[in-house]
């Protein structure tokens, strides 16, 4: 474990790296097999949004030498419109409350997409890659929000495992189920 490092995106080769690593592993270029067992990614990102969305908070990302195996998109609400398909997350979670008050004035950050190359995966890389966004941003952010597909089973349980929480399951506009998710930073 000690090879690998995890760190923020500095360059744009890590973008470059971060779009071949979500190509291998969106739901489109999986078997039903792999997805059921290792789960997939949904979104699709090209590179000038990458580089829209690393400000104001870098995506994290684990390497080896030098190369990208896993990272953690970071979004935040300012780029809420740049992806039609989290439109839905960011109204979802403006709806919602914890402990009596409005997520839509809490301090938050959106988790935008996780992903660990294949080779890679049973490391710890993902608790490693949350955890040091976690030290990055808590200061600033009470919570980390995120949405899952209800049918990625192992990405809800590897979140579950990290301490977030189940906020509300829902299905978006696009008769897709959702599993919008918290982590408390407090």
Known sequence: MSEYKVHQVSKDEHIHEILSLQSLNHKASLSSEEITREGFVTCEHDFALLKRMNHPCPHIIATLKDKVVGYCLVMSAEHRDELEVLQSMFTMIEKQTIDGHSIKTADYIT??????DKQHRRMGLFKKMYNHFREQLSSHYKYCMTEVATSNTRSLQAHEALGFKNL???KADDGKD???IVWDWS
């Open 111 to 116: 988790m935008g997409q996780v992903c660990i």
């Open 168 to 170: 509300l399951s829902y």
């Open 178 to 180: 959702w599993e919008l």
